[in-house]
């Protein structure tokens, strides 16, 4: 999809389409705030719409996130990633650990542990889990948010080009 395909797809569409990506009221608002130039200008919207929410609409949102355990099993649809950075090779002893820290980490702050898998292995994972536990509620939350917006961002980049497919072959003639 060109982000130009995007830009015309009728209002429930565009919900339609990206909700699965970012919740279905932020798909809603940001539509009507096409078009974008690109697929970051996409992307912009909808982090200014989520840092317009007060901090309980944020956990609410976290909390409707895949849980991160369904992400290291290799269960979460969404995962891109997380296939790649060595989960699959869990031992039953590592699986155990992350599991205790990550039920600390919900009965903690409330929302499963949110972490952009790009670029992480397990051990990255592990540690940011660890670190990110001895973060106060707002702190916790704020990175949690940033993470999600990478993740969104991760995605938006996959699945949008920016560049209209007649103009590439346009190019190349």
């Known amino acids: 999809m060109t982000i130009h395909d ?25 539509s009507e705030l096409r078009p974008f130039p690109s697929y970051q200008f ?9 840092k317009k929410y007060t901090i309980e609409e944020r956990v609410a949102l976290l909390q409707t996130l895949p849980d ?11 995962n891109y990633v997380g296939k790649q950075s060595g989960f699959r090779s869990l031992t039953p ?11 600390k980490y919900i009965k903690k702050f409330g929302f499963p542990f949110i972490i952009a898998m790009r ?3 397990k ?11 001895k973060n106060s509620e707002n702190e916790e939350i704020e990175a949690a948010i940033e993470e999600m917006f990478r993740i969104y ?11 209209d497919r007649d103009e590439i072959k346009k190019q190349s003639v």
């Open 119 to 121: 670029g992480h292995n």
């Open 42 to 50: 996409l992307h912009h919207a909808m982090k200014k719409r989520v």
């Open 68 to 78: 991160f355990i369904e992400t290291i099993r290799g269960q979460n649809p969404y």
């Open 153 to 163: 961002f991760y995605i938006l980049r996959e699945i949008i080009s920016n560049e």
């Open 93 to 103: 002893r590592e699986y155990k650990k992350f599991i205790a820290y990550h039920n």
């Open 6 to 30: 995007a830009n015309v797809l009728t209002r429930e569409e565009f919900v339609s389409t990206f909700r699965w990506i970012f919740e279905h009221s932020i798909a809603e608002q940001v």
């Open 123 to 133: 051990q990255s994972v592990y540690d940011a889990l660890k670190k990110r536990l």
